[in-house]
Antibody
Framework: QVQLQESGPGLVKASETLSLTCIVS????????WSWVRQSAGKGLEWIGR???????NYNPSLKSRVSVSLDVARSQFSLKVNSVTAADTAIYYC??????????????WGQGTTVTVS | QSALTQTRSVSGSPGQSVTISCTGTRNDIGGYNYVSWYHQHPGRAPSLVIYDVTKRPSGVPDRFSGSKSGNTASLTISGLQADDDGDYYCSSYAGYGQVFGEGTKLTVL
């Protein structure tokens, strides 16, 4: 059974960099894209971006200048970095398994989410 | 990158059917067959119920069905059950990545 677990600091100071990691267990990280999604309190979902093992990435244009997603195949994990954070980046951050070459755009396995507050 | 438009809330009694709509543009829903639907209970992570407009992941009952016409996608839930309540989000490929809908709150009466 595939499981994803987010980890990282729950509190980040404004103007600094938010860094989160998602550990993947029960599946090979090589077959899929891997995404990050966030949800502000009481709000909807916002897709942040994704990466695959070839180094290819896709990003939400509204965040593209400040975010990066990368994979570490050896450690079976992937990461998110958000630069120059503000209070608007306070949210629950979810990692998710995204599509494959044959079915590229949907997220079928999600982590439980981790809350990040920007102070 | 505007969010897709969803009805704010819907409700139905157990056993009834409800349909949730999601409206976009020709640049997202209308241009691709990559519409997904996610169900989220309060305080929980979302879970996938429909992908590629009409496909159901393993384990999702056939009470859930998806469709699309032009720039609007729909999710129909038949035989409503208490556990179906919560928020439903549509999502579509939009040429650069994925865009979500605003969310629809389903209340099972």
């Amino acid at each position: 059974q595939v499981q994803l677990q987010e980890s990282g600091p729950g509190l980040v100071k404004a103007s600094e960099t938010l860094s989160l990691t998602c550990i993947v267990s029960g599946d090979s990280i090589t077959r899929n894209w891997w995404s990050w999604v966030r949800q502000s309190a009481g709000k909807g979902l916002e897709w942040i971006g994704r990466a695959d093992t070839s180094g290819a990435t896709n990003y939400n244009p509204s965040l593209k200048s400040r975010v990066s997603v990368s994979l570490d195949v050896a450690r079976s994990q992937f990461s998110l970095k958000v630069n120059s954070v503000t209070a608007a980046d306070t949210a629950i951050y979810y990692c998710a398994r995204d599509g494959t070459r044959s079915a590229p755009w949907h997220m079928d396995v999600w982590g439980q989410g981790t809350t990040v507050t920007v102070s | 990158q505007s969010a897709l438009t969803q009805t704010r809330s819907v409700s139905g009694s157990p056993g009834q059917s409800v349909t949730i709509s999601c409206t976009g543009t020709r640049n997202d829903i209308g241009g691709y067959n990559y519409v997904s639907w996610y169900h989220q209970h309060p305080g929980r992570a979302p879970s996938l119920v429909i992908y590629d407009v009409t496909k159901r992941p393993s384990g999702v009952p056939d009470r859930f069905s998806g469709s699309k016409s032009g720039n609007t996608a729909s999710l129909t839930i038949s035989g409503l059950q208490a556990d179906d309540d919560g928020d439903y989000y549509c999502s579509s490929y939009a040429g650069y990545g994925q865009v979500f809908g605003e969310g629809t709150k389903l209340t099972v009466l």
